[in-house]
Structure formats: structure tokens, C-alpha cells
């Protein structure tokens, strides 16, 4: 799905990658479920373009919705891996990189932790850590912002131009708007809070959330 001029949305995948157009080639932002790498090359595909021509993968934090399609999709395409030290650590053992507090945990994520043991991640040593601040050259300029809360080490992506914010699970979106980590899935409240303002206060006009629709017209829809 053409979310604006070379930012696509790859439908049917949980939770939602990100396809980023530039001449060099692309940059996909997550990468789903295990499996999930399928879909993704069947979509960039249909964008008439090939594997060869992923050169980078950045992951917003490891949980296995978000890295199980990664080192599938690495072996396929020969991009290089982005994500920070926290996430990478935990990418590389395989694992999410913090607890969940049971108090919260909803029937689906009940059902999601019996069925993990046959869903786990394989382990993968991404290539680059990222860090707050750093710009790498997508998009004329794709920012990382460090955005913990609802992992040790999420961070989120923000191209000022055309003004798009990737939040991973920073920040989700439903049919009412757009909203915080979720509760129960969250590290730190406090720290997710403050990810919450930061990225509130980046001024961007489309928010691109790891679950949820796409929200057009973010400004004034952020939940601080
Ligand atoms: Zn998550």
C-alpha cells in the first residue's frame, strides 16, 4: 500500500514492515512474524523490484513480531542490519530484550506465549548499532530517534521530509487515533510516556505504526 512517494506499507504482515524507495535501493523497517519475509519480497516484487535490491534492514526493537522475518529476509536480499546496542544484544540471543508484566497480558498474548516455542526468532547479529540522533541515508535523511518504553531499546525513525515518523510500538494506532505502548507489553511507563511526548513533538505529518492503521494528518492526533 502507497502510503506517499516512495514509503509503502506491506499489507497482510504482523506487525506491519515498511518499504522505503530510494535510487540506491531500499530500506524495509521491520520485518513481521517468522515467515513474514515471503510476503515482503512478494511485495517488493510487485513494486518491480528484486531481493538484491534491499540494502538495508532497521529494526525498531526485538520483539519477534517485529525480528522474526529478519535474518530469513538478510540471507535473502545480503542488506545490511540496523538496530540499537539494547535490541541487538537481545536479537542476538534470540529473545525479546525485556519481561513482560504479567498484570497486563491479554487473552492474545496468553495464546501468543503458548504458541512461541514454535515461533522463536533465530538469533541474528545485525551489522550497525544506531543511536540517538544518527542519520542514515534514506529518504534524504532518516533520523534515529531513541524512543524506550515499551523496550530498553526501542527506537523509532523519522524523516523530516516529507515529515513521517515510523514508531514501531512506541506508539499504535486504532480507528480512534494514535496511543502509547501498550500497557502489559511495556517495560517503563514513565520512559514510554516520555517517548511519547519526544516523538509528539517532532512536528510529523504521518505516523507509521508497528500495529494499526497509518494515521495521514498526525498533527494535534498524538496522545500528549
Ligand atoms: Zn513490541
Same mark, same amino acid.
Given at each position: ?52 535490491? #534491499?540494502?538495508? $534492514? @532497521?529494526?525498531?526493537?526485538?520483539? /519477534?513480531?517485529?525480528? !522474526? %522475518? *529478519? ?54 547479529? #545485525?551489522?550497525? $548499532? @544506531?543511536?540517538?540522533?544518527?542519520? /542514515?541515508?534514506?529518504? !534524504? %535523511? *532518516? ?58 513533538? @517532532? ?8 500495529? !494499526? ?12
Amino acid at each position: 500500500m502507497k502510503i506517499v512517494d516512495n514509503i509503502y506499507l506491506v499489507p497482510g504482515v504482523v506487525a506491519n514492515p515498511y518499504i522505503l524507495v530510494d535510487p540506491d535501493g531500499l530500506t524495509v523497517v521491520d520485518t513481521g512474524l517468522p515467515g513474514s519475509q515471503k510476503k515482503i519480497l512478494a511485495y517488493i516484487t510487485s513494486l518491480g523490484k528484486t531481493a538484491r535490491d #534491499v540494502k538495508r $534492514i @532497521l529494526l525498531t526493537h526485538s520483539d /519477534l513480531d517485529h525480528v !522474526g %522475518g *529478519l535474518a530469513a529476509l538478510q540471507k535473502l536480499t545480503g542488506a545490511h542490519t540496523y538496530a540499537s546496542q539494547v535490541e541487538a544484544n537481545a536479537i542476538a540471543a534470540g529473545r525479546a530484550s525485556r519481561q513482560i508484566n504479567p498484570s497486563g497480558i491479554s487473552l492474545r498474548r496468553v495464546m501468543f506465549s503458548l504458541l512461541r516455542p514454535f515461533m522463536k526468532a533465530s538469533p541474528f547479529q #545485525v551489522d550497525e $548499532i @544506531l543511536v540517538d540522533g544518527q542519520v /542514515l541515508p534514506a529518504l !534524504g %535523511g *532518516l533520523r534515529v530517534i531513541e524512543t524506550n518504553g515499551h523496550t530498553p531499546g526501542h527506537i523509532s525513525f523519522f524523516v523530516p521530509v516529507p515529515g513521517v515518523l515510523f514508531t514501531g510500538d512506541s506508539l499504535v494506532t486504532d480507528q480512534n487515533g494514535i496511543h502509547g505502548s501498550r500497557p502489559g507489553l511495556t517495560w517503563d511507563d514513565a520512559r514510554a510516556r516520555e517517548a511519547e511526548r519526544k516523538q509528539a513533538a @517532532l512536528g510529523a505529518r504521518i505516523v507509521c505504526p508497528g500495529h !494499526g492503521p497509518v494515521i495521514m494528518d498526525a498533527a494535534g492526533k498524538f496522545p500528549v
